[in-house]
C-alpha cells in the first residue's frame, strides 16, 4: 500500500492509493505451461520407445523367417545331392 499525503486549504488531508498486481496470474499460467510441456514430452518418448520395440520385433521375425528359409534351402540341397 502506498500513502501520499497532499496539502490543500484543508487541514489533514490523506490520499491513499492502492495497487495491486496481476503478477500471480501470469505465474499460475507459466506452470500450467510447464506442467503441459513435461507431459507433452513423457508421451513423446514413450511413443518412440514403443516404435523401438516395434522395431525390434519386426527385425526379430524376419530374421526367424530367413533362418526358416536358409534350413528349408538347405534341406532342399541335400535332398537335390
Known amino acids: 500500500?502506498?500513502?501520499?499525503?497532499?496539502y490543500s486549504d484543508q487541514p489533514h488531508t490523506t490520499t491513499v492509493v492502492e495497487r495491486r498486481s496481476g503478477g500471480g496470474g501470469?505465474?499460475?499460467?507459466?506452470?500450467?505451461?510447464?506442467?503441459?510441456v513435461i507431459i507433452g514430452a513423457f508421451f513423446l518418448m514413450n511413443q518412440?520407445?514403443?516404435?523401438?520395440?516395434?522395431?525390434?520385433?519386426?527385425?526379430?521375425?524376419?530374421?526367424?523367417?530367413?533362418?526358416?528359409?536358409q534350413k528349408v534351402g538347405d534341406a532342399a540341397q541335400k535332398a537335390v545331392e
Open 1 to 6: 500500500m502506498e500513502e501520499r499525503t497532499t
Open 26 to 36: 501470469t505465474i499460475l499460467i507459466g506452470v500450467v505451461l510447464l506442467i503441459a
Open 48 to 69: 518412440n520407445r514403443n516404435e523401438t520395440i516395434q522395431t525390434k520385433a519386426i527385425s526379430g521375425a524376419a530374421e526367424s523367417v530367413s533362418e526358416g528359409a
